[in-house]
Structure formats: C-alpha cells, structure tokens
C-alpha cells in the first residue's frame, strides 16, 4: 500500500483535506466570516449598536408582522438594532478569547517546558502550583476577583488568563516529560546546545500539533466564560457591547420579544460548535496515526471504485 505523502503538511494538502472534511470546512468559513465582521464591524454593522430609537424599540425580525428591513433581526427594548449589536459583540468576544489565549497560552506553555526540561524541585513546585489553582472553581474566582476590582475589558482578560494558563502548562509538561528522553534531545545535548535553545528550538516546534487543538479548543471555551461573565453582571460593561450582556438585557423580555435572546445564543453557540469541529479536524490532521487511517480508508475506496469499474 502507498504510504501519504511526505509534504502532508504544506498548506495546498492542508486546504484538500479541509475541503473534504465538510463540518470542518463549513466551521472555518463561519469563523472567518465572524472575524471579518468583527474587525469591519463599523463597515459591516447597519446602525451603531449604542444608538437608541425608543420608538422602534422592541421591532421584531423583518419577516414578521411589523419588521422592517431596516432592522433585519429586530431590535431591544431601547431600539437599538440586534444585528448591529451582534456584530460588535463578535469583536468583543474574539479579542477577550484570543487575548486570553496568548496570554494564557505562553505562559503556560513556558511554565511547562521548563518544569519537565529541568525536573526536580522545580517541576515539583509547578505541579504543586498548578493543582493549588485548578482547586478553586475559575469562575467562581473571577467573579469574586471582578467583584473586588471591578470590571472592563481588561480586568476580564487578566483574570481568565490568570485561571486558563494551568492546562496549558500540564499538557506542555506531560508531552515533554514523555519526549525527554528522544533523540534528538540527546543529540542537542550531546553537541552543547544550551537550555533555552534545546527547549525553544528542538521540544517547542514537536507540541505544535497538540497545542494547536488545544488553543482552538480554550478559545471556545473563553468565549463562553467571558459570555457567562457578561450575563452575570461582572463582564462587560454597557455602553460597550457583549452576547452575553445582550442576553441578559434580553432575558427580561424572552416572552414577547424571543429575538434579544434568540439570536446572540445561537451566535455563541455556532462559535462554540464551529471552533470545537474545526479543534476535532485539527487533531486528526495532526496525529499520524488518525493520518495513517484515513488515507488508507481513501485508498481502499479507490480501489473498490477501480474495480467496480473494471466489472461493468
């Protein structure tokens, strides 16, 4: 049997295998639609989602009796235009979870590596911090660090970087600790190579794949903390904009006016179900192993086909 091809990671092979993935390839162009919007939000959006039109307020979707055009999703219970709000609230969401993961993400992953590299009292003392932290409910922590400080964007980064940094750092180490002893290890260590370069240059670029599944799968899971947070009263703050502030306008009239709750949920949720397809797809992309089977699925369904051919 023919083995994959050795350029199965070059970005044309990458972009076949998403198309042929079909709840990957949908996923991807959701996301990329969101942060087209969110970064030309103010092209995109209709209105300004803090403009209020007490006399257009609570105007259901357009195509319901009573909806307009002008306001394609209806609008709140101050007139304000859900569309717009919508697309101000992706860009809220996307800079707090990306934000949130590159902070969280280096630092755990620098934490790890050097705690399984070095090992010792070192790991011991990162292992002991890391299951201290992971002993307190994060969101219980932020609420009570955001009661105390108050909130803003800001505040909200920092305290859900401080509570997502342990995952990171325990995958990290674990990987390492498994990988320690390769060879190419040994080899960087054997021709002087220092710490720093045999951790950041040799170990780092082999977590690649895992670390990958893993930001996707953090950042998801941000966005539905910094919603919760939002909805809580302790996230963001109005005038700015946020789904889970929208839903917790919302909740207030979820009978009569179902749209203010209705449509910042289902944006959260295909965000959520989207980056958790598009983390399942990149996980068996990046395993060999999961490699190894699909394309001998792919092969073996080339030969049936051939051979049907050949019968008829």
Known sequence: MTTPSTTGNAPGQLLRELLRDRPATLSTIFLLLLVFAAIFAPLVAPHDPATQ????????????????????????????????RIIYGARTSLTVGLSVVAIAGTFGVTIGLIAAYVGGRVDSFVMSWVDTQLSFPDLLLALTVLTVLGSSP?????????????????MTRGIVKSTRNEGYVEAAELVGCSVPRIIFVHILPNLAAPL???????????VLAEAALSFLGMGIQPPATSWGL?????????????????????????????????AAWVRTTADPQEREKRFARSAAGRQMRAARRVEA
């Open 246 to 278: 929208d839903i917790a306008v919302g909740k207030d009239h979820i009978f009569g006016a179902w749209w203010l709750v209705t449509f910042p949920g289902a944006a959260i949720a295909l965000t959520i179900l989207s980056a958790n397809l598009l």
């Open 154 to 170: 800001l505040t909200v980064v920092v305290i859900l970087s401080i509570g997502g940094w342990m995952v990171f750092a325990r």
């Open 53 to 84: 039109a007490l006399r257009a307020r609570l105007e259901p979707p357009f195509w319901l009796s009573g909806g307009s055009l002008d306001h394609i999703l209806g609008t709140d219970n101050l007139g304000r235009d859900v569309l717009s």
């Open 212 to 222: 990958s599944t893993l930001l996707i799968l953090e950042f998801a899971r941000i």
